[in-house]
C-alpha cells in the first residue's frame, strides 16, 4: 500500500464505496463570460469606491459615471459625423497604412533575411541593431523628414509593425523541418518552389504571430506620432484633453481608441483562421 | 549464408541490375573524415535490399548518395545506366516521419511530386492514379482528409503512394516505420512485401532492427564502422512471401545470430 492510502482516514478508506469523486475548482465551472463580468465589477466597484470617497482628486481620477457619461458623448459626436469622427478617420487611416507598410516591408525583409544566407549574415545584424533601439524616439526625425501631416505618424506606425513581422516571418521560413527540406529536394524542386510550396506555408503560424504584434505596434505609433508630431488625429484629442485637465474625456476617447486597436487585432486573428486552417491554435481572450 | 538460387517476390529468379554502385567514397571535412570506403553494391530488379549497421557506418551518407542528395568523393553511382548526379523521378524515397504537409489533403499530399517536377495540371490529372494507390495500401475514403487526422500508421500509408506516384525504380526506404510502434510497424512491414510485390519495386531499406531486416530482405548489407564500408552481405533464403510466423522459426533466428555476430564484431574494431 502507497503512503497516500495509509494517510487517509480510515472511514474513508473502508466505509464507503470507492467512487472516486473528481473535484472541480469552482473556477473551472464558471463560464468565461461570468468571470469576465466579475473581473469587471470588482474593478469598476473600486474605481467608484476610490473617487466617491475622495481618495483621488477628480482631476487625476475621474468617477465611472463621468466617464460613461463622456463616453456617450463622444459616441454621439461620432455617430452625427462631429469632428471627432474626422480625428478618428485620420488616425483609421495612419493605422491602416502605417500596417500595409509595415506588411509589405517586414514580409519583404523577412523573406530576404530568412532564405538568403546574405540577407541573415549582413542584413540581420542591423536589424537587430535597430530593433533594440527606442523607435519613438525616431518620431521628431519622421516629423522633420515628412511634416506635419500622417505622412510622419505613418511612418513611425509602419517603422514599430515592421520589426515584427520580419521576425516573425523569417523565423517562419526557418521553421520547416530537415525531412521536408530532403524531401523538396528528392522531388527535385527549385529554390522558388520549395520556398512557396512548403516553407512559407509551413511558417504561417508564427508570419500570423509577426503580424498580431505588429498589430499592436501600428497603434502605438500611430497615437505616439500624432502626440509629437501634432495632426488632426484622435491622438492629438487626447493631448488636448489631458492639458485641459479634461480626464474623463481623455479615459473615453482611450477607450474608443481601444476598439479600433482590438478590430484590428480581431481581423488579423479572423484573417489567421481562415488562412491557416491547419494550426489548431489554443484559443484564448488574446485572440479575440 | 548460403543461399539457394535467389527467387523474387512472385518465385521467379531475380531480374537485371537495376541500381549498381561501384567503389563509392564519401569523405568530409578536406578528407579527414572518412564516411564511406569503397562500397560495392548491386540491386537487381524486384530485390528487397537492407542496410544495417550501429550509427557511424555511413548507413544514412550511403542513402543520400543513392537518393542524388549528395554527391560521393570517389566511385560510380549508376541507376537505370545512367549516372546519378542529383535527385531523380526515378528515385523513391520516404522517411521515418511521413512528413505529409497539413494544408494538403492526403490526395493533395500524394500528388505534391507531380504538381513539384510537372506543375498543377499534370497533378490534377495523377489524381486517379494516387486514389487508386491509395486503395492498394487501404486508405480508401481517406482520400479528402487532411493529415491532422490520420493515425501514425495511415500517414506513413500516404508517404508511401506518394513515393509510388512517379512510378520510381528504385525505392529508398529510410527507417520508414521506426516512429510507429511495434504492432503497427510488424503490420506495416508486411503491408510493404505486399506492396513492394505487387508493383514488383526494387527496395533498399535503411534500418536499425535485425529482425526487420531478416524478415523483409534478400540481402542484407551489413555495414561497420570508421570507416564506414561494407562488412559483409548476407543472403536471406527464406521462402516469399514471408509472414510474421516466420520470425519464430529456427532458420530465421539463425540469420538473427549470424548478423548480430557480424555487428558485434564491427563494434570491436
Known amino acids: 500500500m502507497t503512503d497516500v492510502q495509509s494517510n487517509r482516514p480510515a472511514d474513508q478508506d473502508e466505509d464507503q ?75 483609421i487611416k495612419e493605422v491602416i497604412y502605417g500596417f500595409a507598410l509595415a506588411i509589405a516591408i517586414g514580409f519583404s525583409l523577412g523573406v530576404l533575411v530568412g532564405e538568403t544566407t546574405f540577407g541573415e549574415k549582413a542584413v ?24 506635419f501631416g500622417i505622412e510622419s505618424k505613418v511612418a513611425l506606425a509602419a517603422f ?55 498589430a499592436v505596434g501600428v497603434m502605438a505609433g500611430a497615437i505616439t506620432g500624432e502626440f509629437l508630431g501634432g495632426g488632426r488625429g484622435f491622438g492629438e484629442l487626447i493631448r488636448v484633453a489631458a492639458s485641459q485637465l479634461n480626464t474623463p474625456r481623455v479615459f473615453s476617447l482611450i477607450l474608443y481608441l481601444s476598439l479600433v486597436g482590438l478590430a484590428l487585432y480581431a481581423l488579423v486573428t479572423w484573417t489567421q483562421r481562415k488562412v491557416v486552417f491547419w494550426h489548431k491554435e489554443r484559443v484564448g481572450a488574446y485572440d479575440a | 549464408m548460403n543461399a539457394a538460387q535467389t527467387m523474387d517476390y512472385a518465385g521467379a529468379p531475380l531480374g537485371a541490375p537495376v541500381y549498381e554502385l561501384n567503389n563509392v567514397s564519401k569523405t568530409y571535412a578536406r578528407n579527414l573524415v572518412v564516411a564511406l570506403q569503397d562500397v560495392s553494391l548491386t540491386l537487381r530488379k524486384g530485390s528487397f535490399t537492407s542496410v544495417i549497421g550501429s550509427s557511424g557506418c555511413g548507413k544514412s551518407t ?95 500509408r500516404t508517404s508511401i503512394c506518394r513515393m509510388l506516384i512517379t512510378e520510381p525504380a528504385v525505392l529508398l526506404l529510410d527507417e520508414p516505420f521506426s516512429a510507429l510502434d511495434e504492432l503497427s510497424r510488424d503490420m506495416m512491414n508486411m503491408e510493404l512485401q505486399r506492396i513492394c510485390r505487387e508493383q514488383e519495386a526494387t527496395a533498399f531499406l535503411v534500418t536499425h532492427s535485425i529482425q526487420e531486416a531478416v524478415i523483409l530482405s534478400d540481402d542484407i548489407v551489413v555495414m561497420k564502422p570508421r570507416p564506414g564500408r561494407i562488412a559483409e552481405i548476407v543472403k536471406v533464403d527464406l521462402p516469399r512471401p514471408r509472414t510474421l510466423h516466420m520470425m519464430t522459426t529456427p532458420e530465421f533466428g539463425e540469420i538473427v545470430d549470424y548478423i548480430r555476430g557480424l555487428l558485434d564484431k564491427g563494434e570491436n574494431m
Do not use: C
Open chain 1, 17 to 91: 464505496d470507492t467512487v472516486w469523486v473528481q473535484e472541480v475548482a469552482f473556477i473551472d465551472s464558471v463560464p468565461r463570460w461570468m468571470a469576465m463580468s466579475f473581473v469587471f465589477v470588482v474593478f469598476v466597484g473600486t474605481w467608484q469606491l476610490v473617487t466617491s470617497l475622495g481618495l483621488v482628486s477628480p482631476i487625476i481620477l475621474p468617477t465611472p459615471l463621468e466617464t460613461l457619461e463622456d463616453m456617450i458623448f463622444v459616441g454621439k459626436n461620432l455617430l452625427t459625423g462631429g469632428y471627432m469622427l474626422g480625428a478618428l478617420w485620420i488616425t
Open chain 1, 124 to 147: 540581420m545584424p542591423y536589424l537587430v541593431a535597430i530593433d533594440t533601439m527606442p523607435k519613438v524616439a525616431f518620431a521628431p526625425l519622421f516629423v522633420a523628414w515628412l511634416g
Open chain 1, 160 to 214: 514599430i509593425a515592421t520589426f515584427p513581422i520580419v521576425v516573425g516571418t523569417a523565423a517562419g521560413l526557418h521553421s520547416a523541418d530537415e525531412n521536408a527540406r530532403m524531401l523538396f529536394k528528392t522531388m527535385g524542386a527549385s529554390r522558388m518552389q520549395t520556398l512557396i510550396k512548403m516553407k512559407l506555408p509551413t511558417g504561417l503560424p508564427q508570419i500570423f504571430t509577426g503580424l498580431k504584434i505588429g
Open chain 2, 62 to 156: 550511403l542513402l543520400k548518395i543513392m537518393a542524388g542528395l549528395i554527391p560521393p568523393t570517389r566511385g560510380r553511382v549508376v541507376l537505370q545506366g545512367r549516372p546519378v548526379t542529383g535527385p531523380r523521378r526515378d528515385i523513391g524515397m520516404m522517411f521515418q516521419q511521413a512528413t505529409l504537409f497539413p494544408w494538403k489533403t492526403a490526395v493533395e499530399n500524394i500528388v505534391l511530386p507531380i504538381e513539384i517536377r510537372d506543375g498543377k495540371a499534370a497533378a490534377k490529372k495523377a489524381l486517379e492514379k494516387a486514389h487508386d494507390l491509395m486503395d492498394v495500401v487501404g486508405l480508401k475514403g481517406f482520400e479528402n482528409v487532411y493529415p491532422n487526422e490520420l493515425s501514425g500508421g495511415m500517414a506513413q
